[in-house]
């Protein structure tokens, strides 16, 4: 049985930063992709950052690289996604995903409830 719940998201000014956390339980065998999406309202939902907990490598969207990390806390069971500079097209809901295998790009199976970001 699989949990993510997200937090940290709020208000914030262009230029300013939020950093997101997923607090995930997963099954207790198999390999786990965790990625981050966001939604902004009329769009479609778009994958930002990736992270393999069973290497740690890491993948970023164009959008976001440079200005968005992705990173793991595995004693605490906690993916963050530290989000700075953020400028208004990165307002959205942002959602923690999960998925079993190796292969993280796509193919996403658990979803969190999702916590709003607001940028102005």
């Known amino acids: 049985h699989v949990q993510l719940v997200e937090s940290g998201g709020g208000s914030v000014q262009a230029g300013g930063s939020l950093r997101l956390s997923c607090a995930y339980s997963?099954?207790?065998?198999?390999?786990?992709?965790m990625a981050w999406f966001r939604q902004d309202s009329g769009e479609e939902r778009e994958g930002v950052a990736w992270f393999s907990l069973a290497t740690g490598s890491t993948a970023y969207s164009d959008s976001v690289k440079g200005r968005f990390i992705i990173s793991q806390n595995a004693a605490r069971n906690i993916v963050y996604l530290e989000m700075n500079n953020l400028e208004p097209d990165d307002t959205g809901i942002y959602y923690c995903?999960?998925?079993?295998?190796?292969?993280?790009?796509?193919?996403?199976?658990?979803w969190g409830q999702g916590t709003q970001v607001t940028v102005s």
């Open positions: 995903a999960a998925r079993r295998g190796v292969y993280c790009m796509n193919g996403y199976q658990y």
């Open positions: 997963l099954a207790s065998t198999g390999n786990y992709c």
